[in-house]
């Protein structure tokens, strides 16, 4: 897919692994808009738009839609990027009231971004929904079963949708990335935080692979 002139809308672009992937499109000539909770977008590379909108809330999500209809007329790839992420513990020791918000952020927000997205994709007759989800949504690990549940929701999530698409005009892909230093550990560091990958080898390659004729519909990326 030629990337030019593709209008593409990013959830969770402020930081990580959204905020190189905005630059990755932007350098293949695409139009960028990409949104977070807290709306600030520190070093915002010019021709990136940055709006606030949070991914739990669908009638921002919403807004966030009709804003970039209303200013480019159309969406050709949106990116359900925003994702949050719990401390590796036991299960007995996970705070299962915060696991909530993991369900919240990591499965609705990729539910509300998918679903409004595809009603503009369905009017238009062309879409991409790209799904980043994890390694952590294909096994399960060790003193992740709350980010393992939530992100395993997700990949049956995008899965079923990609079936319910038509699948030519209109396509869903997911992302399934190994661990990447960024943002997400802010709270607390894996204690293989240094061997993780850099979030734009992981960026590089997730719009390599849209730029081939036939993209793969389940990217895993892992260290090289
Ligand atoms: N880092 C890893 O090891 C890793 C591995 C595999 C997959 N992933 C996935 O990759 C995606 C990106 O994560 P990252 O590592 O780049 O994390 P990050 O550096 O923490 O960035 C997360 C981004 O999402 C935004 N965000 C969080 N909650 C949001 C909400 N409710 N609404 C809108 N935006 C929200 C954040 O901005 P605000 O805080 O301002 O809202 C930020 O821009 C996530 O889905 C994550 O689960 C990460």
Same mark, same amino acid.
Not at 64 to 83: P, S
Not at 151 to 156: E, H, I, N, R, S
Not at 165 to 191: A, H, R, W
Not at 203 to 210: D, F, P, S
């Given at each position: 897919? /030629?990337?030019?002139?593709?209008? %593409? ?5 402020s930081k ?9 499109f ?27 909108? /949070? %991914? ?11 804003? %970039? ?13 925003a ?17 909530? /918000? =993991? ?14 997205? =595809?009603?503009?994709?369905?009017k ?20 992740? +079963? ?12 995008t ?22 230093? +960024?943002? =997400?550990?802010?709270?607390s ?8 990958? /850099? ?7 997730? %719009?390599?692979?849209l ?7 389940e ?6």
């Amino acid at each position: 897919m /030629d990337l030019k002139n593709k209008v %593409v809308v990013i959830t969770g672009g402020s930081k990580g692994l959204g905020k190189v992937l905005a630059l990755c499109f932007l350098k293949n000539g695409s139009k960028v808009v990409v949104c977070s909770r807290e709306g600030e977008f520190k070093n915002l590379k010019n021709g990136i738009i940055g709006v606030k909108a /949070d %991914v739990t809330k669908e009638n921002e999500i919403e807004a966030l839609a009709k804003k %970039v209809i209303n200013d480019f007329g159309k969406i050709d790839i949106w990116v359900n990027n925003a994702g949050i992420w719990l401390p590796h513990k036991p299960i007995e020791e996970t705070d299962w009231k915060r696991a909530h /918000d =993991l369900m919240e952020v990591n499965l609705f927000g990729t539910v509300y971004g998918s679903k409004i997205a =595809l009603a503009q994709m369905r009017k238009q007759n062309f879409g991409l929904i790209v799904n980043i989800i994890s390694t952590s949504g294909l096994n399960g690990k060790i003193n992740e +079963t709350a980010y393992c549940a939530s992100k395993f929701a997700a990949t049956g999530f995008t899965q079923s949708l990609a079936k319910e698409v038509d699948g030519k005009k209109i396509k869903v892909l997911g992302v399934y990335p190994g661990g990447m230093q +960024t943002n =997400l550990f802010d709270e607390s560091k894996p204690k293989n935080y240094i061997e993780l990958m /850099d979030p734009n080898f992981v960026a590089e390659k997730i %719009v390599n692979n849209l730029l081939e004729k036939k993209p793969v519909e389940e990217l895993i990326i892992k260290r090289r």
